[in-house]
RNA sequence: GGGGAGGUAGCGAAGCGGUCAAACGCAACAGACUGUAAAUCUGUCGCCCCUCGGGCUUCGAAGGUUCGAAUCCUUCCCUCCCCA
């Protein structure tokens, strides 16, 4: 089971490109899988308290190496993230503070952990490198790791480039040092835990190529890289990034709802590519799927099954069936009163809320336009007004242009409220109490 | 240091004494169409208010001229370009 490790990679576009050790008489990348188990690892950089959806594809990485019988170890730069990698930034970076860089790193800890298995024959390793790169003394870097590296050729590198030539970038002594610290990181974990394979985004690949080149020096052993495409958007647009910014892995930073709308909403130009990416289902069934965009676009078959499949992986099943049951009351026409008052609970779960006491019903303090100034799905009640006369703002799911509307008891939905939309997107529950 | 151009609403860009809350383009928001898409068409777009009406604060900053200034004058701040 191990050798299929590559080739599924491969059908699912997943390889940019391989690292082999270029030395005579090694083994390349697919012999070496053949031969057995192997260990091997991703970095993650501790830039934000949660991981977003670009690192996510390197997670099930670590997941498809691990259910091809291999050994992951999910390294947080713990260490490097006080550095900061320059790898196609445009400029220096913010260094992070140490306060900052802890609660970082035991959030995304927190998320690697949940799609891992720690336990077993080829159990997972978490481990952070300020660990190891904390203790090296400066003289002894210089000599061990320092000497390797030709400035020459690391001032070539693409990654770089950016901020070599431009005057008004520039790059520090810091951060220039930083793929030092990657490459070192390798030769750890090559010689503490048997660690042959890196594995990173196509933007890794210099950092990577630097460690296998520098276990080769060091220790005269055989390593590989392996690097994945970026994840790109048919329309040019970055990936990631939805109308509120970055999608993140944290449930409370991308409610889930948020996050399987998100997926929702790919461009039948990539939805297959992200099934094959960021989902597990075999490929004979993405190919069906791919068949159905083809046939019925409208249906979005393939993206149903893509928000779906992910949105468990994230968040899990029940997650994922009140992201379903509310976007089908948003989206799908479902009539709002058809629904029980835990139904309605749970599809508007996320969505922001406000107050109005029933007494209040039918006087001016419930006119339809002070509501929705109120509620803030517009700035002001002259902007609510506008909006009302356009016919952009709907009551329980009913367009009401009626500027003098007034929400009276019969406008309060089992469970106690009025639920408010502006555009098609925008909802907004008001409770009565 | 010398010479030149300029700072207008989220951005770009007109306006150069009254009819200017300020043309136009982009972005944004909404409506129609649709697949919760793209494209297209339409509306809104300084802020606030109970209307097609009204109030308030804007055109780098501060003063001034004038019945009246984004538009004229003075000083200051800032940006860009060219030459040294």
């Known amino acids: ?44 950089d501790p830039t934000a308290a949660s991981l977003h959806v670009g690192s996510l594809l390197q997670i099930l990485n670590l997941v498809r190496l691990q259910r091809a019988g291999h050994r992951p170890i999910a390294l947080v730069g713990g260490g490097t993230g006080l550095i900061g990698d320059p790898s196609f930034k445009a400029s220096e970076r913010s260094m992070l503070s140490k306060d900052q860089l802890a609660a970082n790193l035991a959030g995304i800890r927190a998320q690697l952990e949940r799609f891992l ?44 480039k950016l901020r070599l030539e431009g005057r008004d970038h520039g790059i520090s002594y810091t951060e220039f040092s930083y793929a030092l610290l990657q490459a070192w990181d390798f030769v750890h974990l090559h010689d503490a835990h048997g660690c042959e394979l890196q594995m990173g985004g196509s933007d890794q690949w210099g950092n990577i190529v630097d460690g296998v080149d520098l276990i080769r020096r060091l220790r005269q052993k055989p390593a590989w890289g392996l690097t994945a495409p970026l994840v790109t958007k048919s329309d040019g647009s970055k990936f ?11 449930a409370a930073l991308t409610r889930p709802f948020a996050f399987y709308q998100f997926w929702l909403n790919t461009d039948d130009a990539d939805v297959v590519r992200y099934l094959h990416s960021f989902t597990f289902l075999e490929l004979a069934r993405i190919a069906e799927l791919a068949a159905a965009v083809e046939r019925e676009p409208a249906r979005r078959e393939a993206q149903r099954v893509l928000a779906a499949e992910v949105t468990t992986l994230v968040h899990g099943e029940s997650a ?3 992201a379903r049951r509310a976007s089908a009351v948003l989206f799908e026409g479902a009539d709002l009163r058809t629904l029980s008052a835990g139904e309605l609970q749970d599809a508007f779960a996320d969505a922001p809320r406000s ?25 002001s009640k002259g902007r609510a007004r506008q909006a009302v006369e356009q016919g952009s703002i709907a009551v329980n799911g009913h367009a009401e242009k009626a500027v003098d509307r007034v929400l009276g008891s019969a406008d309060v939905l089992p469970g106690g409220f009025v639920v408010l939309r502006r555009g098609k997107k925008t909802y907004h529950v008001v409770a009565v109490a």
């Open 1 to 44: 089971m191990s050798a299929d490790l590559l080739k599924d990679l491969e059908a699912r576009g997943l390889v940019h490109r391989i690292a082999e050790p270029s030395h005579a008489g090694w083994p390349g990348l697919a012999e070496r899988l053949a031969q057995g188990p192997i260990t091997a690892y991703i970095g993650f």
């Open 117 to 160: 298995d720690f336990s077993g024959s080829n159990a997972a390793l978490m481990l952070d490198n300020a660990s190891w790169l904390g203790e090296f003394r400066l003289l002894d870097f210089l000599r061990d790791v320092g000497k390797h590296f030709s400035v020459n050729q690391m001032v070539s590198r693409d990654a770089v």
């Open 240 to 250: 990631g990034k939805s109308e509120t910014g970055n999608v993140w892995l944290d």
């Open 320 to 322: 994922t069936a009140s």
């Open 355 to 379: 107050s109005l006491a029933r007494e209040a019903l039918g006087t001016p303090q419930a006119q339809l336009v002070a509501v929705v100034a109120a509620a803030g799905l517009e700035p």
